[in-house]
């Protein structure tokens, strides 16, 4: 059961463009949605993070857009730069004061072309 | 500073071998995970621990088991390795909702 979904699977963008990529879920009980950013070669890395009391969340050209009611949220990098290249990953945390867990998408590997 | 470290980063093996994955960190973090990571499949959690007594099965735990040996060390073994588990491993840990991930072990099982 995939309980966070993600799409697309890939894709490529010029440089200068906007890139959007998209997560849905099921579970209500979430609470907490980060987005991990992994270089090749290296772990993933938290980037942003967003919680369901805001519909927006902006930190430089990266930002979170959350809808609450369609139980979407999505990434948009401004001005997207080939540095961005990487696979992004969207999460899902429950609430409550024990489930310390990350439920995570399948990941989207962005290109971003010079 | 304070990181996450895995040991090895590369290990071939062939099938019905027993084989360790080490993982330590300098964090002081309580929460240790291990993660495999498969082209078009994301990362699926395989075990997890909140302290050196907790341990946990993840999604994917089959064919799989570890051990907390400190609150610094969280080690994932596979008993008898065999094809499907080739994947690149990730231990992370966590504090205040944040992952940090450690540089991650390409594992290839012949």
């Known amino acids: 059961q995939q309980q966070v979904k993600q799409s697309p699977q890939s894709l490529i963008v010029q440089k200068g463009g906007i890139s959007i990529i998209n997560c849905a879920y099921e579970n209500t009980a979430f609470d907490y949605f980060p987005w991990y950013q992994q270089f090749p070669g290296k772990g993933p890395a938290l980037l942003i993070a967003?919680?369901?009391?805001?519909s927006e969340k902006k930190e430089g050209r990266f930002t979170i857009s959350f809808n609450k009611s369609a139980k979407q949220f999505s990434l948009h990098i401004m001005d997207s730069q080939p540095g961005d290249s990487a696979t992004y990953f969207c999460?899902?945390?429950?609430?409550?004061?024990?489930?310390?867990?990350?439920?995570f998408g399948k990941g989207t590997l962005l290109t971003v072309n010079p | 500073d304070a990181d996450v470290t895995q040991t090895p980063r590369n290990r071939i093996t062939k099938t019905g071998k027993r084989i360790m994955l080490e993982c330590s960190q300098t964090?002081?973090?309580?929460?240790m995970y291990w993660y495999r990571q498969d082209p078009g499949l994301g990362l699926r959690l395989i075990y997890y621990s909140f302290d050196v007594k907790d341990i946990n099965k993840g999604e994917i735990s089959d064919g799989y088991s570890v051990s907390r040996q400190a609150q610094a060390k969280f080690s994932l073994s596979l008993e008898s390795a065999i094809p499907n588990q080739t994947a690149l491993y990730f231990c992370a840990t966590m504090h205040a909702n944040e992952q940090f991930f450690g540089p991650g072990t390409r594992l290839t099982v012949l």
């Open positions: 967003i919680r369901p009391d805001v």
């Open positions: 964090k002081g973090h309580d929460r």
């Open positions: 999460a899902a945390k429950y609430s409550g004061g024990s489930n310390y867990k990350l439920t």
